[in-house]
């Protein structure tokens, strides 16, 4: 394992073992199931630095709810064992919840995490979250030691680190995930190819896009938005040599050739409706870095930017408690010819696919 993921997984790992501990009533088990965590997310090698601890807690809750729900054929699932925490009363609460209420108040009530941020981990809507907390809470409202205190605190924190034991276990698993996920890959890499052959000539000859094909690999192709809820201030790596970052006041972000710029949230927003900003410069290599301000009352479920090479997907930050804007971008190759900055447009769609707000050709 190298030394950067290492030093990582030591920083997560006392908080993700007091998380599984409360999810699964176990020491064992909880152990288990942090080093699956940590093992899925590093045979991925490509988690970007700042995502790490969102992706692992992501697979330590999603690895939870997996083996809880998962259906026996022809038998019903006895409940699992739960032990509680002698620290914590509240624990025994958790013990008769079914698994995604218990994730949501585990989540929510120990590891402080908003409905927002829940529900981007469970790949739910806020909603649902908010129903599964709201149950959660009244179950712990009727607990006697509910408003006691110290129902974030449940038992000592170990100081940061990771058993030495646990790291080559960790990295085994995750060689081993490696490996069985390039072979299903190669599998249906070759599968598609040949059944989808004769479909992708003709959409490659239908697209139009102008490119050359020469860089590859542009961005993502038009799927629901990734959207990642940041603290104030939190730099985030979005494209090779650029850095976005947010504060109440708006976008900032930073380039090679334009460091520490700035955009106030409500600037271009049109009354109570919704209005979307774009700004494109060069980032490093011949790339180009496009962001921007979304402002409105409702979210963002997509956000598409049209360039002459084609529809692409945008990823988007919002800061936690919903302030009613967040930003977008993403990175596209740099054409030589004259003019593509003009015929950029970025649209924003919620979840039914409904227009929220686009940009006019930009300058």
């Known amino acids: 394992m190298d030394d950067e993921f290492t030093a990582r997984a030591g920083e997560y790992w006392p908080r993700l073992t007091r998380t599984a501990r409360l999810l699964t009533g176990d020491s064992a088990d909880a152990e288990r199931l942090a080093r699956a965590a940590l093992a899925e997310v590093y045979a991925r090698r490509r988690t970007p630095r700042d995502d790490a601890e969102f992706y692992v807690r992501r697979a330590l809750v999603r690895g939870f709810l997996r083996s809880r729900t998962r259906p026996f054929i022809g038998t019903r699932r006895a409940p699992e064992p739960y032990a509680a925490g002698q620290f914590d009363p509240l624990t025994e609460v958790l013990a008769a919840l079914p698994p995604r209420r218990r994730a949501v108040a585990v989540l929510h009530h120990w590891d402080g995490l908003s409905h927002r941020e829940i529900a981007a981990l469970l790949n739910s809507s806020p909603g649902a979250v908010k129903a599964h907390g709201r149950r959660a809470l009244k179950a712990l409202r009727a607990h006697p030691a509910y408003g006691a205190g110290g129902r974030n605190e449940p038992g000592p924190v170990p100081p940061p680190g990771i058993p030495a034991a646990v790291i080559p276990a960790v990295e085994e698993a995750g060689r081993t995930r490696r490996r069985s996920r390039r072979r299903t890959t190669a599998v249906l890499t070759t599968i598609c190819a040949l059944l989808l052959a004769p479909?992708?000539?003709?959409?490659?000859?239908?697209?139009?896009?102008?490119?050359?094909?020469?860089?590859?690999?542009?961005?993502?192709?038009?799927?629901?938005?990734?959207?990642?809820?940041?603290?104030?201030?939190?730099?985030?790596?979005?494209?090779?040599?650029?850095?976005?970052?947010?504060?109440?006041?708006?976008?900032?972000?930073?380039t090679p050739k334009g460091p520490n710029q700035f955009?106030?949230?409500g600037e271009g927003s049109k009354g109570s409706g919704a209005a979307i900003t774009l700004e494109s410069e060069p980032a490093s290599g011949k790339r180009l870095f496009h962001s921007g301000v979304l402002q409105g009352s409702r979210e963002a479920s997509r956000v598409e930017l049209t360039t002459p090479d084609g529809t692409f997907t945008a990823r988007v930050l919002t800061l936690a408690g919903s302030p009613g804007w967040?930003?977008?971008?993403?990175?596209?190759?740099?054409?030589?010819?004259?003019?593509?900055?003009?015929?950029?447009?970025?649209?924003?769609?919620?979840?039914?696919?409904?227009?929220?707000?686009?940009?006019?050709?930009?300058?």
């Open 326 to 363: 967040s930003v977008w971008y993403a990175d596209t190759r740099l054409q030589d010819g004259k003019g593509q900055l003009s015929e950029i447009t970025v649209k924003a769609y919620d979840s039914a696919g409904k227009l929220l707000a686009q940009t006019g050709p930009s300058s």
């Open 263 to 265: 955009r106030p949230a």
């Open 199 to 254: 479909l992708a000539v003709g959409a490659v000859r239908g697209t139009g896009s102008g490119g050359d094909g020469g860089d590859g690999g542009d961005t993502t192709p038009v799927s629901r938005t990734a959207v990642r809820v940041v603290t104030a201030g939190e730099r985030v790596s979005a494209a090779p040599g650029a850095e976005v970052w947010l504060t109440k006041d708006g976008k900032h972000w930073s």
